[in-house]
């Protein structure tokens, strides 16, 4: 029978009595992995200079070592490690094995904007960075990593985008967010589109301190300067002046008004008693057939409930035109557009990452958090919607001329 393998047979005869205890020999693997970083540290320069050191092939370079500066870097199984970082004289060397600004380990850096990224606080990192990996960080080294964040939201904010969408949604919530000393409310603008093959994706979110038409215009602007063409149908909800600022900016985009909001903003005006009835009568107007059946059972409701609750009525005939545009599509796609359940879902999501934070201390804050939010959700749209197949077709023959695959 072989011998077990053991880690003495590993190493020379006699090797580990020189360790008087258990920290002697930790104190020896960190000399050793602080060795071996900065010699592969030194190789890196070796590579960016284009020569080893002493090298006569280095005269005249224009570029040459110039020493070297100390930085304390945080790892998972070796602890506070002082390493000396090698420089050249031209400030050109940028190592990649400990890359400039960070100081701890990328896997725990990973799951720092993990766990920030589902809705713990700075607090709450620190604290389960030490109980996982037993490493005493502080609450600014936690947001000063998340703050690298706002990098990759920026270019993912400015990211060009596709020249077509067969749908957008477009919704706001509201978060709160300290300003100049106060905590007021601020309106998130979020936009999705459903691009050629079925897939939705987050377009962008903007921050503003109330939600207006104005906005929204400038919102549109946006996604046309970053290369959006055309939206074919836009579902929205009834703020006022909504479906004007989509025209002006997209005039050929089809608005479908959300029949979700008109619904909860009719039963504002109906008392609680009266309400079941209201939405069974109601139900009657927005799940007809046809378009035509859909105004026979409107002038009914009418009827039944104008002397009652005359403004929850108007308000259906002032927005009719738009409120009933899916009418003319297949049923497939009026599932698709007549409500805006798709970035309401998302908002959901939204608030369940950032619910532990009751207000933020910035807009910097909320704008890492709400990124970071949309990138965990968004992980869950790996397929395109049900049905696309069917659903692209019809698309195809109601916007011929105008989509593109």
Known sequence: MEPKNKLEDKFPKGF?????????????????????????LQGEL??????????????????????????????????????????????????????KGQTISSKI????????????TTSDVRNQVLDIYGLEISETTVSNITERVMESAKEWQQRPLESVYYAVWMDGIVLKIREDGKVINKCVYIVIGLNSEG???????????????????????????RGVEDILIACTDNL?????????????????????????????????????EFCRDL????TAINAKIAVEELEKFKTKWSAKYKYAITSWEENWDNLSNYFEYPLELRRIIYTTNTIENLNRGIRKYTKTKTQFVNENAATKSIYLSIQNIEKAWA???????????????????????
């Open 16 to 40: 580990f009595k020189q360790f008087k205890s258990k920290e002697s020999f930790q104190d020896y693997f960190n000399s050793l992995f602080k060795q071996g970083i900065e010699e592969m």
């Open 109 to 120: 850096e990973d799951a720092i904007l993990g766990m920030y990224s589902r809705g713990m």
């Open 383 to 405: 397929k395109p919607i049900t049905n696309w197949g069917l659903i692209l077709n019809q698309f195809l023959v109601i916007f011929e001329k105008r989509c593109k695959l």
């Open 199 to 225: 897939m939705k994706e987050v377009l962008g979110f903007w921050i503003e301190k109330t939600e207006s038409a104005s906005f929204w215009m400038s919102v549109l602007t946006d996604l046309k300067a």
């Open 240 to 276: 006022k002046g909504f479906t004007q600022a989509i025209s002006a900016v997209f005039p050929d985009a089809v608005t479908q008004i959300c029949i979700v909001h008109q619904i909860r903003n009719s039963c504002r005006f109906v008392v609680w008693g009266d309400r079941k």
């Open 283 to 286: 139900k009657k107007v927005y």
């Open 46 to 99: 070796d590579e960016h200079l284009g020569y080893t050191k002493h090298d006569k092939v280095g005269y005249n370079t224009g570029n040459s070592r110039n020493g070297t500066f100390q930085k304390t870097i945080i790892t998972e199984n070796v602890g506070d490690v002082l390493l000396n970082i090698p420089r050249d004289r031209n400030g050109e060397f940028e190592p990649q094995i400990i890359p």
